[in-house]
Each structure stands twice: as C-alpha cells, then as structure tokens.
C-alpha cells in the first residue's frame, strides 16, 4: 500500500484552471480518470488525512503511486478528454456502465444504392439510420411486417439481391406487394430511396402527416369509384395504426426526449433509459454498474450520459433530456450534448405533468432492474466462489485462484499447429485477455513438445513485461517504465494454469515454468478421458466429484480454451488451402490478381498466356508480366480432383469451370 504523500505535488504546482487528470498504479498503468474546473482544490482533496476520505477513495489513493494532469480551455473539453480517456484506458476505480445484453436495433441501410431495413446488434456503422433500441427482436419484425404495406422497402440480404436480379424473378414478398422489387426493375434506385426516407421519417414520429395523406387518397379514390384502390388505402391506414399502437402514447406527438432513471444503493447503481420518439416510447435499455468510485447520483447521471451519448451524433441526440438529478457541470454538459446533436439540447429534471409520471415509471424499472441483477448476481457469486475454493483445496493451493489461464493444443495430422490461451478471473471468461499462438520451433505433431514451446513464449513475454515495469532488473537498475497507462499483453501472472491434456503435457508446462525460475503458479491439467485432474510429480491424479462446481469450471476453461483453439486453426487451414500460385508472386495485390482472373477467366488460361498477352491487363506491366509468367511455370502441376460419388476425374476446363 503506497502512502499518498510520497507522491503529492508540491505546493503551487497544481495549475488553478480546468482540467482532466490521471492516477497511475506501481506499473504506469492508468487506474483513475477524473476532470475538474479547477484542478488545485480537486486534486487538493485527495492528499487530506486517510481517515476522511471515502472508502473507495482511500483504496484508490493508497494504490496509485502516482498523478498527472492536462490543462484544457473549456469544461467541456474536459468532459470529452475524460470520456476518451476512459474509453482508452479503461482504469479500474472509474464508474463504467455496461449493457446487460446485446439489445436489437431496427435499422435502415441508407448507405447503400438500394437501403434496406434489417434487424442489427453490435457496434453502429456509419451511413445506416438506427431506430430503438428494442427489448426483442420478435417485436421489430412484427413492426416492420405491418408497415411494408405501405412503405415496400427492400428487406432481402445482398444473396437474395444479387439471384433475384440474375434470374429476373422478385422473391415472394415482392409478388405479395410488401417489396417494390427494386431488383428487377420495378422501380428506381430514386423512387426507392424516397420510399426509404418516408419509412424513416415514419419512424422518427411523424406519423400523423402519412395518415392524413392516405385518408385524403382513400377519400379521392371512392369519389372517383376507384373502390378497389380506396380498399387497399384503408387497409394501409389499419396497418400503419396497428404500429403505431405498438408503441404506447405517453408525450405530446412533437416530443423527442430521453429519460433516464437511477436506482442505487452503497455498492450498485442502475441505470433505465427510455427512448421517446413522436410522443411514444419507441425504445428501452439498462445498464448495471458497480460503484467502484465515490459518486453522488448527479455524478451517476453524467457517467450514465457520457456513456449512452458519447459515440452518438445528429438525430441520436434528442431535443430534450430529462434526468433525476443535474450533473455538477450541468451547463458544461449541456453545451457537450448540444455539440454532438448539432442543435440546442435541454437537459433538466422534469418537475411536474406528464414527464414527471413518466419518470417515475422510468425510476420504477431501475429499480426492478437493480433487484433482479441482485438477485442474480447473489447466486451467481456463491456458485463462482465455491468452485474457486474447491479448486484451491483440490489442488493444495493457498488461496483460491483468482486468474485462471489454460492452454490447448490443436492441428490437423501435424499441419498447422496452434495454440490457444484463454483467462478466467473470478470465474468469468475475460476474452480481451485471450491470445492464440503458432506452432514456430517444430514441424509436425507433438503435443508435448508444443505445450513446452507455448508456457515458455507466454511465460517469457510476461518476465519481460515485468522488466519493462521495473519490478525487478538483472543488473539492480530500475529501467525507464512505458508511460502509456494500456493494460500489457502478458503483464498479469495467473495462480493456476490449466493445459488440455494428462500426465505429459503437464509435465511440459512444469519444465517450461521451472527453466524460466517461475515457481510461484500452479499447474495443473484436465485429461478428457475421465476428467481426471493431473498434477506434477504426481502418479494419480485427483479426482473431483462429478457434481462438483469446481470440476464444471475447470470443464468451462478447457472447453472454451479448445474451441479458441480449434477455431484459429481452422481459419489457417482455410487459408492456406484458399492459396493459389498467384500468391506467390511478389507485389501482385488481390486487386491484380481479381483483374487477371477476369481477364483470361481461369489460372489455366493464365499459364498459357504470353507475356505481351498478360500485358494487355489494366495496370500490369511487363516487368510484373514477367514475374507472372514465371511464377505459373515454376508452379506444380495440382493434382486432379476427383468426383467421390462416380470415381471420375474432374478436368477443369478452357472457362475455369468444372465438369
């Protein structure tokens, strides 16, 4: 535990103007992010007596040895400096909300010729209109179903695309009049796009401009005793009512708001947000967090909204935005969101009517949402728990394994040899720790002498981080430590590691660890035979009861380590047999080699060519010719392919097709 005086800045040199500031740990690793208005009295108020800071607040001054600082102009350069800095270095006594699961987005393609509407998760792509989020994706389609009737917008992937325009047939819905078939010709690239504005701006809440218009048409159309097309206009109101009801009317049709609500207690928040577009909720999402630092709810709020609006730009930014309590630089924030919309943006806490109501809904779902991840969470610690102290009391380690890493082997007959390394804290799989190897000392199949080459090149990697760290030095000196602050590859040691295998890979991984001077991590391996847990030096191995949480997760850490594996290793077969004489040749990109192909339609051809021939091709030259022509001739003969069903040998022929 450092002492915060050893490391306090002297008097008057804190600069009294806005800033953002960092704490680092012994490592240079950045473990807390925070900005001010002015940087003297903030940082000022980490340096008081031990006994007045908060918990939280002492654990994390007691641990960094070190603070810096950056002078910026404004409060709002501040609160985007802090928010890139977190984003960046990700310190660990930041509050940092997170999405409990992956919530479905109903988007629109506006960036390709012809947009299509589509169900999306994950990060959002420039040039696609995003509507939502959505609790399930169940209720997308039903609304997009209903509102095909009158906005027929290409709903199909790129395959269905392409096939429909080769074959000159529209799929089924454009038969049934939910497409406008686009792919052959139907309509315009124009008249579809504006179909796809009107869907956006549908969605968007103007919804009661497109229903007018249809009752005006249906109007005109019985007049004119058109009865059939005023049928077809009635049905289109029906359906665009039936989505509009999907969504509840809570607001006045003009308002475009977020609400977000917080529910809290000493060590949790969560956080609710509701989406309104038009006057009706058209969107909910949620966050859980640990509160890792001493924040007040406003704190909460600002963290909350720098997480939800900090990637986000335009329309993603509503007019309005009403929380339960105003973050400490609420005009600064303010000003920050109104530069991402581009337009003003009004931040308040809603204080009486219909948005106080809603609000309270709002604040009502935070607070289920805290109770329920509570209650998960509960079980799921006291599940993790017991199965990391039955490992530690199997094994005969000190204390439970906090950080488990295991290791896999995997390759086909001896070609393309890899391996995987997975890592598990707290009984959870950390997949930004994962790392996968090739095979580099050996050729062929030996899975003992591969799990050797591996713990050493990791093992290795993480001496020489603690080199660089200054941990330790052969020659006594301290070296200079990195000053990025990033959490390093293969910085962080494990208490137990777990290899894919029995009695001899283990003893492998032991040899490994023993030649580097490493005797403070346990190993140990997991043979898929009987499940049988093997130590070094040992005869028998340990045998863990079938019910018994720590053989599941020992079970979870090889399973997950052998399907990383097996996965690297198929995307290198796949590669290497994807391969063709053309990749040999030095300088000839995929953008040539796609020309040449299209040019004489198959390798064959290619290889019977001339020289002045290949030339002919945009953007070869002759030297580039030569080096071609060359590269074919010195290329083996393939083997021919045989048809497994017949026994006939399949001949490729003139047109690169086969028969």
């Not at 919804?207 to 049928?231: C, F, H, P, V």
């Amino acid at each position: 535990m450092a002492d915060p005086s050893s490391y306090r800045p002297k008097p008057g040199q804190i600069p009294d103007s806005p800033g953002v500031y960092k704490f680092r740990d012994e490592h240079r690793r950045v473990i807390y992010v925070g900005k001010a208005k002015s940087l003297r009295p903030r940082l000022s108020s980490y340096f008081q007596d031990l006994a007045n800071l908060h918990p939280r607040t002492r654990t994390m001054v007691t641990t960094a040895a070190s603070v810096e600082w950056t002078v910026v102009s404004t409060e709002v350069e501040a609160l985007q400096l802090e928010y890139t800095w977190i984003k960046e270095f990700d310190p660990r006594f930041n509050v940092k909300y997170r999405d409990d699961k992956s919530y479905p987005y109903l988007a629109v393609t506006m960036n390709e010729e012809f947009p299509r509407v589509q169900v999306m998760r994950g990060a959002k792509k420039k040039g696609v209109r995003y509507f939502g989020p959505y609790g399930h994706a169940w209720a997308i389609r039903e609304t997009v179903d209903l509102m095909l009737r009158v906005f027929p917008v290409r709903t199909c992937s790129a395959g269905v695309f392409k096939n429909a325009a080769r074959t000159g047939r529209p799929c089924l819905l454009g038969y049934i009049g939910k497409c406008s078939a686009p792919c052959v010709g139907r309509v315009t690239p124009e008249e579809h796009r504006e179909l796809a504005d009107d869907f956006c701006d549908f969605m968007t809440g103007r919804t009661g401009t497109y229903i007018r218009r249809l009752e005006k048409d249906m109007t005109a159309a019985a007049e004119e005793m058109e009865y059939e097309r005023a049928a077809r206009l009635r049905d289109d109101i029906e359906a665009l009512k039936r989505a509009m009801e999907k969504s509840a009317v809570v607001l006045a049709d003009a308002t475009d708001a977020d609400l977000v609500a917080l529910a809290e207690d000493e060590l949790e928040a969560a956080v609710q947000i509701f989406h309104v577009r038009g006057g009706r909720v058209r969107g909910q999402r949620g966050w859980v967090t640990d509160k890792v630092e001493n924040v007040d709810t406003a704190g909460l709020v600002e963290h909350a909204l720098q997480q939800l609006y900090g990637e986000e730009s335009g329309d993603a930014v509503p007019k309005e935005v009403l929380v339960p309590a105003l973050p400490e630089d609420a005009e600064a924030v303010g000003q920050w969101l109104a530069e991402r919309r581009g337009s003003q943006v009004s931040l308040r806490v809603p204080q009486r009517g219909d948005k106080k109501d809603l609000m309270e809904t709002v604040h009502r779902n935070a607070q289920q949402s805290l109770v329920l991840h509570k209650t998960r969470r509960a079980s799921d610690l006291t599940t993790r728990s017991r199965a990391l102290e039955e490992i530690a009391a199997a094994l005969g380690l000190d204390a439970a394994p906090l950080r488990i890493e295991c290791f896999d082997i995997s390759h086909l007959q001896g070609d393309d040899v890899v391996a995987s390394m997975v890592v598990f804290e707290d009984g959870l799989a950390r997949k930004s720790e994962y790392r996968r190897f090739q095979i580099k000392g050996f050729e062929g199949q030996d899975d003992v002498r591969s799990m050797h080459e591996v713990i050493g090149r990791r093992f290795k990697r993480y001496l020489a981080e603690k080199e660089k760290t200054g941990e330790w030095a052969d020659d006594g000196a301290v070296p200079e430590p990195e000053d990025d602050g990033r959490p390093k590859r293969f910085a962080y040691p494990p208490q137990l590691v777990v290899v894919d295998g029995g009695q001899p890979q283990v003893a492998a991984a032991k040899r490994a660890l023993d030649e580097l001077g490493i005797d403070d991590v346990a190993v140990c391996g997991l043979a898929k035979r009987l499940e049988e847990v093997w130590l070094p030096d040992d005869d028998d191995p340990v045998v863990l009861p079938r019910s018994s949480e720590g053989l599941y997760l020992l079970q979870r850490v090889r399973d997950e380590a052998h399907r990383f594996a097996i996965t690297y290793q198929r995307v290198k077969r796949a590669k290497r047999l994807k391969s063709g004489p053309l990749d040999a040749v030095p300088g000839l990109g995929e953008t040539r080699k796609q020309a040449l192909i299209k040019h004489f339609g198959s390798v064959k051809r290619l290889k019977q060519a001339t020289i002045d021939q290949i030339c002919e091709v945009p953007g070869i030259g002759r030297k580039t010719a030569e080096t071609v022509a060359a590269a074919l001739a010195a290329a083996a003969p393939a083997a021919p392919a045989v048809n497994t069903a017949t026994g006939e040998i399949i001949e490729e022929d003139d047109g690169g097709s086969t028969t």
